[in-house]
């Protein structure tokens, strides 16, 4: 079938690839012209503007949207504007599930249909397929279905599903979660997931790599605990091959355990990282709603947590513990790159 | 080759079944003649005794405790006493590394071989194979090498490694991660790990489970804050579909969200459980490694906390912050049942 | 001077009573006559409704609002409708910061003033006076001075400041804290530095009241950790001596202490609390606000996701923890009472 | 009465100064002999060994040492040597608990009494007094009472209590808590406390700092989320001013908050501070009883780990969590230095 996708980034090119793959007819368009050049060679239809992309899709249109959160709501209401009863705007980008809520809600005055697919797979999406979290009603998601099917995994990828599609599309890797704003609402708790699940990986990581701290010369004076039981810490332990292993048969094999396997083989000591941690939105999202509705999660926020001290956000409270140390204690820290 | 398997419990038995497959000699012994007896049928050497158990090794020997952590100690030294130079114990239970590191030390002293091997995988080891993770001395961790191989997944497993076994034998399901303790060292961490990422997943979806909170009636008194926008929490929210989809190319497919998916495929509402979640010691472990080494484990120590929450143990804390609350600010709490 | 009080339940009545003693005239209302009577008694001058109560305000108008959260809004635009510009509506309600930055823009196309004041005290500011965090137009808030410092404990309690009035308000318990919504602002994060306060000292105690736990029996099984050197875990501690000890002379000294130590002493057992901490919405908004920033919270965080574990919302992902380690492990939890 | 004092750092020549205040008779050494000299020109005894210290304390004699955890053991050994049947060596300092239940074990089989002392107070003791956990035999704690008295802040410090000293001696500063270890038990708890309490004021102060995050430009790109509603984030806080309105009258009122607004007002920007945060011993402790008894405290680790992260021990977790995002989505993070 034929789909408009406007926003041709990593994410947004990579999927019309994969939609082209399966024969759909791809319209597409990005502010930068070398973009859509590249997918017209690959074999779509490009467009020089978002008149002449609305305009080259047929009715009822479908355009889908890949772009920054930061934008994706200006550009909805401009493509709207363009559009006519009946039409699909699906918006696939890390967008806060609260604007689907509200954009669905105006958009139905006017006819429109809006669909909100959160979109998880990276740059990996290509080849593995993404897996789809949809939200929108039901006629338009139904009418997508052969795009969503294209994108996603489907019944060969990873674990075959038992049962067949009589079982719903989960098992093919996307599903119609609710009404407008259930995709992104179900990808924005995917992502503070894979905070914590990441955190967890990290910190145990970490744990491992200080496993021979009993070798290593500690200090011991009145601002340093000595360490009780250096004989329990003499271990150098491998961890790139400790991620290898872990992978085979272990409780906690995981794509996420492939991947940092993978890395830890090229690089240990992960020089080419600097220690600074961005965190784009969904974990933000994601403790809000725990907070709204009384969720504890102590898990997930400790993991946002640690990203914003990584961006070097606890600076003032962390001089702040010092000040009252020094203020009771008279203790005088040790200098920061002392550590 | 030949090995002694004493303990016969859910890991031992199915350890002793994968190596009698794999052509393997297995002396079994346990205190429950019937455990011995059902291995037997299956073409294991059984023993009615420690002592035959160790009578019918041949030299050197090698004798694998599969024991609970808090009797295993006693058994190696009961062992050891029957034991002699060259000969090998293995403790392949849940033991705290402490005292592997402590045994190596003193069964040195009458020549015999402290092996720790830390075991992953479940029930489901027995056709998966058992993730391993080794600390002991060079040779006697090489002289057992056909029994790990037998034990740990290998090449055919789940994914199959890039290289051969010129890579190392991680990418097998199995590795010596260094001397004695370093096994259960990694294994410890790997389970500390394990509750972060279970955490992660079941605070996640407890969010996911809340996306409705806007139908709910929620009383606004001074007691209880309002929920501000209820529109945005209107979301029936299928989470066994959801887990299944999350499967299928997300970034957080991993085997612990299989194995969840099938759970709430069985029983959405997880109402055989009552949630109180038990630790059986590797997750305090991970915890006092970090602070003895003065690792930041937030994510791993919030999870740990919970299920110590979950266990009641949270409950005097509480009491205490209500009775503050009282004394303040008046505030008469509401009673526990009406959560 | 003469103000306006409506909303007469515990904090709102209590205001009035301060206020009366330092000479002001107060208009008060309330929707429950009796409270209106009450303080007529004391001195007052009562109004049978909104528009009463309006009326006998002279201008400019003061009217101050203590009223519970989750009406406050809809009140002030009631009032606002029947007020007269230069009139000021006075929000002294632990209402959400972002209502007061809605207010006062909205109000001030009207030409009244919106000041907005957080309240500290508790049960307690009869006697002791009430902190007082204000936001809110200049010369609305000089206008208030003499309520406000009325109100306040003034130079006479507690500590006496070394500075007089030329080193500000401060010192005498009140702040204009910057424009319109800064008062509850600062209020907010206020309170959600008391969760984290509190609840280092309930997790303090009850870590006390553990320090007994060798003397206990613990069952051994591969369900539970064993307590490696019950030994050091042979003290039956008195925390409500060691809450009174603290007072004097310690790093920890704090009022909330004073308070605990005072609970503790009449109830040691705190039998008469249920153990479900209730929460009335400050700490949420903390959070979301040191989420919307990016400052790292964790001990904030950690505070208020166990009041609402202690409100029973961890329940469902307990329940799926123990449905993961049920099926990669065969684990059988004990039951929820055993705890 | 007579009373020995080794160890004439910060804290221990202030106890000895206020014990001679209060017609002590002290007898001190330290390997400082220009330690000793300025309390032997205070009215102190002086000796120039360990030998002549225990040779000029008269039986039976009582050593107070107040020496850094790190070599107290070994002293305390020595010390012992020197004693007789009947002698209490007391330990002041911050020991590990665990150290004083061994300790008081092997000094009982000598015949000699052990008692700790936990002792808070800072380098403000001299003044207001010490407050003094204490754990040991019953005999040994009476006999050093007068000691204590004078240590401790007396029923005249602070809040005065109201019962007389038949409601025991906590209402004077000090309390025996129980057998050898359990002053040091109560003493680091403390601590755990303080850290709690500490980070709660610390991280609440950051949020406030913050709150003026509307008016900064905030990169909008794909690795950053922006700010929502940047016309909520409009204040510039006096933080200052804050901490010191918040000492009168609020809930949240404290001895550490009197330090804080000191401190902030000579220095708003702290910028005599680096922070990097110490930790010397009993925040981990706490933790590690925590842990052993199965008690939850999510609030007093998320304040250790804070420390732990300062001191740059998360570094390398953060850089695997750089590392997944970059292989699973082809994330370049933003340099360190650009926070």
Redesign the interface.
């Known amino acids: 079938m034929q789909i408009g996708m406007m926003g041709l ?2 994410m947004g090119a990579n999927m019309v690839r994969r939609l082209l793959r399966d024969g759909h007819e791809c319209v597409v368009y990005d502010i930068n012209p070398a973009s859509v050049e590249a997918l017209v060679t690959a074999g779509a239809i490009g467009a020089a503007s978002m008149e002449e992309f609305v305009g080259k899709l047929t009715k009822p249109r479908s355009a889908w949207l890949m772009l ?4 994706t709501s200006r550009i909805v209401d401009q493509v709207a504007d363009l559009m006519e009863p009946g039409d699909i705007i699906v918006d696939g980008g890390n967008s ?3 604007e689907a ?1 509200d954009h669905a809600a105006r958009l139905a005055l006017k006819g429109l249909n809006y669909v909100d697919v959160g979109t ?6 290509l080849e ?6 949809i939200g929108g009603p039901d006629s338009a998601v139904q009418h997508l279905d052969p795009v969503f099917a294209s994108l ?2 489907g019944a060969d ?3 075959v ?1 038992a049962a067949g599609k009589d079982a ?8 119609h ?3 407008s ?2 995709g992104h ?2 990808k924005m ?2 992502n ?20 021979n ?1 009993g070798k290593r010369q500690r200090t ?10 250096p ?8 961890i790139a ?2 991620a ?17 396997a ?3 083989k090229a ?1 240990s000591g ?1 020089t080419q ?9 969904e974990g ?1 999202w ?46 005088v ?4 790159t ?2």
Not at 120 to 125: A, D, F, I, Q
Not at 128 to 133: I, N, S, T
Not at 273 to 281: E, I, Y
């Open positions: 980034g990593r920054p959160a930061a934008i806060y599930y609260h809520v998880s797979g990276g740059v990996w999406g593995r397929g993404y897996c789809l979290m996603a995994p990828a990873g674990v599903p719903g599309t989960a098992p093919f890797g996307y599903l979660c609710g009404p704003g259930a609402f179900v708790v995917h503070g997931i894979e905070y914590g699940v990441m955190a967890a990986y990290a910190e145990g990581m970490n744990i491992l790599k200080s496993a701290a011991a004076d009145a601002e340093t605990s000595p360490l009780e039981n004989q329990y810490y003499q271990f150098d332990i491998d091959e400790v290898e292993v872990w992978r085979h048969g272990s409780v906690i094999g995981s794509w996420l355990l492939d991947l940092t993978g890395v830890l690089d992960l990282f600097g220690g600074r941690v961005s965190d784009s939105g933000r994601t403790l809000k709603a725990a907070i709204d509705t009384g969720v504890p999660a102590p898990v997930l926020s400790s993991a946002l947590f640690d990203r914003f001290a990584s961006q070097g956000e606890s600076e003032f409270a962390d001089k702040l513990l010092s000040a009252m140390r020094y203020a009771f204690g008279g203790h820290e040790k200098p920061k002392g550590s």
